[in-house]
Structures are given as structure tokens and as C-alpha cells.
């Protein structure tokens, strides 16, 4: 199998660097349509046959990754429309099916597998019936765990990864409050990425709206800028993420989010700050879980350290972990004060990726757990949600004053 992806993968590489790339952009500027009457996905003997149709050819790749196993299509400028499993795929071997923008330019199909599948062959037909379309047609074939531990293992070629971040300098002001606090909202997930999902309810979803709310309120009680990582139902890389607060000069980081958990019966809001070491297994199933929100979409994490790295970052975490941990404990207190129900321990510690920033005091919120009933309903009631943004509010009022009433201090 890895001889007929290494051939597919020059053929890919081929047409990519044959495609009108660079300049002759406009050119590519009407989108490409997918075709899902034309498309279909079922099973044959124990393979899985793809057949994806667009309305022009485009550069296009695929491979797998795993944890949970996937095959990812990525096209150039295809316009996805409303792709669902059940319109899609009579395949038993498809778990899950979404489709959406995954960076400028390209767009992802990601197809949820339930066991391991190597691509036996994978190839583009173009012109079919003279309409100028194009049909990708792939076979997918079991394979052993190792062998597509193995694939899913295998680097994109190269320059296909997200551009890193520039080095950051660390910047230099620390709020005083003679500025309006600059306050970075992250709804967590979105666009491919769902989230946790129960039923009808995405915490893509959820966190949005809490977020809205907070942004709107935060605006309203004056002395804060608000910037948002995402502000629509759209894929947001968490390195990106971390560079849009970055950009903003955030005084502030806070990502929202509402995730299932597997083990135990989590209810309740949580507080996270980091943590080099997860400190009990449910945060370390939840960073790894996390984390891993950007492996779903296909973006290696891994070398996400580098952005953060060295010297500089230990020393700048070194000044910025207790003003996240003091934020997150007033953070704590309000939410408490408000009469919403905390997890207990209310105050975690974990590495999660987005609240690595370095000179930035972050921290995450879990506002609730989707996969319990009563977290749900909270979660989708509007009325508790005011609730919690005004406490969020507050919470984040109170520590702004103490800390710069602190950096007043360390400055005499
Ligand atoms: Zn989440």
C-alpha cells in the first residue's frame, strides 16, 4: 500500500506544482462546486469506493490520519455546500462525515472511519461527460493498525503545513489600566471541528453563543476591547489562535469551552491554567483531547513548542503563570458567588495548547460538561448563560484592577 500512495503522493505533488498556483490566482477565483448528487460513498466487497465530483479540476490530496482513524480530501477553492453523512455515504464503515474551509484556499472533506483503511488507489478523473467536471475516485482498504499507524504517522510534503507564526518578541507592555483592557474571547472549536456533540447541540455551537454574549457585555460595561479568534461557525487552528491574540495585544486570553467527558460523571464549570504535567487523568484525557481538536482538521500540533519556545518563554512564564492563576481564581470566586455550579476541583491545571502563550495571562474555562444532562440544559438555557457572562464580567473586572494595581507596584 505505502508503494501506490508514494506513487499517488508524486502524482499529487505533480499536478500541485502543475496547478496555476501564484500568480494566476484570479483565474481560480470562481469557486469549484461540489457535486453530492454526482458523489457517493459505499461499500464494496470490504473496501470503501469514494466518489467525489466537483465542478472543475482542482489541485487536490489526500491521506489518513489517526486517533480517531480518517481519511482527509483536501481541494483547492472548493465550495462544499451542505454535505451530510446521510446525503453522502451508504457506507457502514463511515462513522462521521464533515466538510469545511480548512485554511485560505483549500478546503476538507474528513471522513470518520471505524478501523483501519489504507488508500489502495486514489486518482482524478476530469472531463466527464464533457461538462469540464472532475471525479475523484479513491478505494479504501483495510489495512493492519500498524500499518496505518504508519501513514497517518507520514509528514505532509513539504510546504504544505501552515506557515509557523513569526518568532514572537515578547511585548513589552503589561496593563496598567490606563488603557482599555484588551480581552481575547476564544470560542473553542468550529466549522469542521464540531466539538463535543450530543444530540442536536455542538459545543461549537454553545461556546459561540456564550461568546457573543460575553463580548456584547464586556463592551457594554466599558473598559474593554474585545477581540474574538472566531466569530462564526469556521475552523480556526489553535496556532492561529494563539497568533490572533498575539496580534491583538491581548492583555487578556480566555477560550470558552463545553466538552464531554469520558470517564466519571463531570458536571460543573472548571477553570484550567497550565500545567507542564496534566495533573490527574481526566485534564490529561481533556489536553489530549484538546490538543487534538486540530489534529481532527489534519494540522500537526507538534511542532506547536517551537512558537513558545526556549529560554525566553520559561522566563516570561515564570512572571505570567500566577497572573493566570490569579485571574482564574477570581474567575472562580465569581462564578461561585453567582450560584452556578462548580466541578470540583474548580481550578485545574493543564497543557492545553491554546493557553500556552508565554506573556499573556490565559486561561480556559469549561462552562460546563455536554455529556452531562444537567451541565446540557444549563449549557442551552439563555438565562444561565447571562448568568455566567456576568459573572465572567466581573470576574474579569476584579482581576484587571488587582493586576495592575500589582504592576504599579513592581514598578516603583
Ligand atoms: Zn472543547
Redesign the pocket.
Known sequence: MSRLVAIFRLGFLAWLLAAPLGHAEPALSALARFEPRASAITDSGGDIAVRLAISQPVPWRVRVLDHPARLVVDFREVDWGDVSRMSLSQSRHIKALRAGPLRPGWSRLVLELDGPFGVATAEMRTDQGGAGGAVVHLRLRPESEADFATAAARPDPPGWSLPKPAQIGLSKHRQTGDHPLMVVIDP??GGIDP??VYGKEH?ADI?LAVARKLREALLRAGGFDVVMTRDADVFVPLETRVSVAREAGADLFLSL???AIPVGHATGATVYTLSRKATNRASALLAE??NR?DLLSGVDLSGTDDIVAGLLMSMAQADNMPRSDAFARDLVQVIRHAGIRMHDPAHEEADFAVIRSPDIPSALL?LGFLSSPRDRKRLEDPAWQDRMVAAIVRGIRAWAVKDAAQAALLRR
Open positions: 473553542g472549536h466539538g463535543a459545543e461556546v469551552h463545553a466538552d483531547h484538546h481538536d469549561e
